[in-house]
């Protein structure tokens, strides 16, 4: 598969709990991107990296997110303590160029 | 920062007719400006952008203009298919800021055979 992958493709938790998604970009993509979608919204952008290091956060990443990308390869978002409010769809993109491809997204349900 | 306003939020056609959407933003750094076509429940594909230095580009039955003075851009589709109903985004970028996107609120086209 040559696309975007992320891992899980859905995941239920309670609030409070901490929750970990993974993103495989295209293998010879050097910058990965986070995104979450609310149900009839576009996408918000939240980090994004080039290579392993991270060059941008919105403020919409608070303190109880951290994303990383050790290797320059794959990705982790982690959200920690989650609260209601961050149930959403969480995409993952990359690109080499101009043109950015998202992955499936996982969605995040907080009960 | 960058700010996106897209028209219509929703748009009904009868098939082969032509459905037109519109996208306005803030930042005159912005030179990179894609479309996304959303399915229900699927990622955001994209499915034809622009850069500033192009005023129009076309592929078979989509097209997009860019007017840089007036900071506007649209989407054009031509002879509608029920399977181009789905949830349109437009997008923009600054290329050499990490081509980050900030997107429109999307529009909803239905189209009726």
């Known amino acids: 598969d040559t696309g975007v992958s992320q891992d899980p493709r859905h995941k239920i938790t309670k609030r409070g709990q901490n929750v970990t998604f993974r993103c495989d970009p295209i293998?010879?993509?050097?910058?990965l991107y986070w995104y979450r979608q609310t149900l009839g919204q576009g996408p918000e952008f939240l980090t994004y990296f080039q290579n392993e290091a991270q060059l941008e956060k919105s403020r919409l990443l608070s303190d109880r997110f951290s994303a990383e990308r050790p290797k320059g390869s794959f990705s982790t978002l982690e959200i920690q303590r989650t609260e209601q409010g961050d149930s959403a769809m969480y995409l993952c993109?990359?690109?080499?160029?101009?043109?950015?491809?998202f992955g499936p997204g996982t969605r995040l349900t907080v009960l | 920062g960058e700010n996106v306003e897209q028209h219509p939020s929703t748009l009904s056609v009868q098939e082969g007719d032509s459905a037109v959407i519109k996208c306005t933003y803030s930042d005159s750094a912005s030179n990179y400006f894609p479309w996304y076509k959303q399915e229900l429940g699927k990622r955001p594909q994209l499915i034809i952008d622009?850069?500033?230095?192009?005023g129009e580009k076309k592929d078979q039955r989509i097209a997009v203009t860019l007017n840089k003075t007036a900071k506007h851009f649209s989407l054009h589709i031509t002879e509608t298919q029920p399977e181009d109903s789905a949830v349109y985004f437009c997008a923009a970028s600054i290329k050499a800021a990490g081509n980050k996107l900030t997107f429109g609120g999307g529009t909803r086209v239905l189209v009726k055979p």
């Open positions: 293998s010879e993509h050097n910058r």
């Open positions: 993109a990359s690109s080499l160029g101009s043109g950015v491809v």
């Open positions: 622009i850069r500033s230095n192009v």
